[in-house]
């Protein structure tokens, strides 16, 4: 049998964060975006030492940062998700314990999009496409705004 060099529903790149309070993480990705737990690795002392989330028909994997993990720092993400209904997932996200960053609102780039973040700090931009918009658009309207 042939392995797949890319493992069956993953895309090229894969979001891994190494947070504190990655059981935490786990149940708010569950409430705000509806991910599947696909996978929980634990250490015997509880901590997840492992896992992988589905949001979407996007992976996301996850793990507990040590204290000095191997000399790496734990850092925050920023993650842009595209959603049926803006509104609808920041609602959802901010009643799962999210902290707002930005309500939803119509951007000039053809997007409507707000943010929460997680209690881990990682941001979250939530948007749906509103309207395409051409690359010469993009840029009138990026100078009207600046006027």
């Known amino acids: 049998m042939t392995v797949k060099p890319?493992?069956?529903g993953y895309?090229?790149?894969?979001?891994y964060f190494v947070v504190r309070g990655a059981a935490k993480l786990i149940e708010f990705l569950k409430h705000a975006f509806d991910a599947q737990e696909l996978e929980k690795l634990a250490m015997p002392d509880g901590t997840v030492?492992?896992?992988?989330?589905?949001v979407g028909d996007s992976m996301i994997m996850l793990a507990e940062g040590q204290k000095d993990m191997e000399g790496r720092s734990l850092m925050p993400a920023m993650?842009?998700?595209y959603v049926e209904d803006t509104d609808a997932v920041y609602k959802k996200a901010m009643e799962a314990g999210g902290k707002s960053i930005m309500e939803p609102i119509d951007q000039f780039y053809g997007d409507r999009s707000g943010a929460v973040e997680?209690?881990?700090g990682n941001q979250?931009?939530?948007a749906t496409r509103k309207e395409d918009?051409?690359?010469e658009e993009l840029?009138?309207?990026?100078?009207q705004r600046k006027k």
Request: glycine share 0%; no cysteine; proline share 6%.
């Open 139 to 143: 840029m009138r309207r990026s100078a």
């Open 118 to 120: 997680d209690m881990a």
């Open 49 to 54: 030492m492992h896992a992988q989330m589905k």
């Open 133 to 135: 918009i051409s690359s």
């Open 124 to 126: 979250w931009w939530i």
């Open 6 to 8: 890319i493992p069956e």
């Open 11 to 15: 895309h090229t790149i894969t979001p």
């Open 79 to 81: 993650l842009y998700m």
